[in-house]
């Protein structure tokens, strides 16, 4: 009988060289089975452990995960302090291994506004990991895609008032380089888990061409084939990125 698990993807072509993923769906993880939606949280950070793991396993040059969004500080107090130490957690638990396995750690999104010793965690990790480079692994943290948009504006204006750029070099290329991504390709493939057909301010600006996988499962049920799947599906989209075919 035919295997009904995806084969492994194969790193000799198609394979996104940057995938997003909105990792939603941990709250109604643990609402089914009557948990604290920390619960949800907690498994979900080992579905996180797993698509760091298998991303670099396969060759995925850049992952970015939307860990925390600007508008996720309206949670209740409780659950952002249980938020914040679980990602200390994750570093804790899963630094050696970014360095043993060649993989950079970058934060996008409002450093400033995190707790402290969170922000410590991260900028030490950071450092540690500075000059790795099969995978970078983006971290989205209080992150939202129209203040980052805001954002770059702000910096482009000053720029022109202060006399250092004109207004005519205003391009796309250039607006991007202001962005928290600057130096980071746009995602081939976003990723949303527990079936919301919604961004979620998320990357607003980059993913412009992103190809768009909503899967129903939630966050912390997303497997290792789950991935493999959409992997194999996404090599066979044509991206035509506005063009015709020839
Ligand atoms: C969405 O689920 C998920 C989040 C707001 C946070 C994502 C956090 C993790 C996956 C765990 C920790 C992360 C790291 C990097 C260790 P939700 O709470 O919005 O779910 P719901 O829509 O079902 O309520």
Redesign the pocket.
């Known amino acids: 009988m035919k295997s009904e698990v995806p084969e492994k993807p194969d790193a000799s072509g198609h394979l996104p060289l940057h995938v997003a993923v909105i990792?939603?769906?941990?709250?109604?993880?643990a609402k089914k089975r009557m948990l604290n939606?920390v619960k949800?949280?907690e498994k979900?950070?080992d579905?996180?452990r797993m698509i760091v793991r298998t991303s670099r396993e396969i060759g995925i040059r850049h992952l970015t995960?939307f860990?925390?969004?600007t508008e996720?500080w309206q949670r209740p107090k409780t659950e952002i302090k249980a938020?914040m130490e679980?990602?200390k957690r994750?570093l804790r638990s899963e630094k050696q291994e970014m360095i043993d396995n060649n993989i950079r750690l970058n934060i996008i999104g409002e450093m400033e506004k995190l707790p402290a010793d969170v922000a410590d965690n991260l900028r030490q990790t950071m450092a540690e990991t500075d000059g790795n480079d099969a995978m970078q692994l983006n971290?989205a943290l209080s992150y939202g895609g129209r203040s980052e948009i805001a954002m770059a504006c702000a910096a482009i204006a000053r720029k022109v008032k202060n006399g250092e750029a004109d207004i005519t070099a205003i391009t796309p290329d250039f607006f991007a380089t202001h962005l928290y991504t600057a130096d980071i390709p746009d995602p081939d493939l976003l990723i949303r888990t527990?079936g919301e057909y919604r961004i979620s301010n998320f990357l607003l600006w980059q993913i412009a061409y992103s190809e768009l996988f909503i899967t129903p499962t939630?966050?912390p049920d997303f497997s290792r084939e789950e991935y493999f799947g959409i992997l194999a599906e996404y090599k066979n989209r044509e991206r035509r990125f506005g063009r015709v075919d020839d």
């Open positions: 990792m939603d769906g941990n709250g109604r993880w939606r949800g949280h979900g950070a579905a996180v995960l860990a925390f969004s996720n938020l679980l990602l994750f971290l527990s939630l966050w």
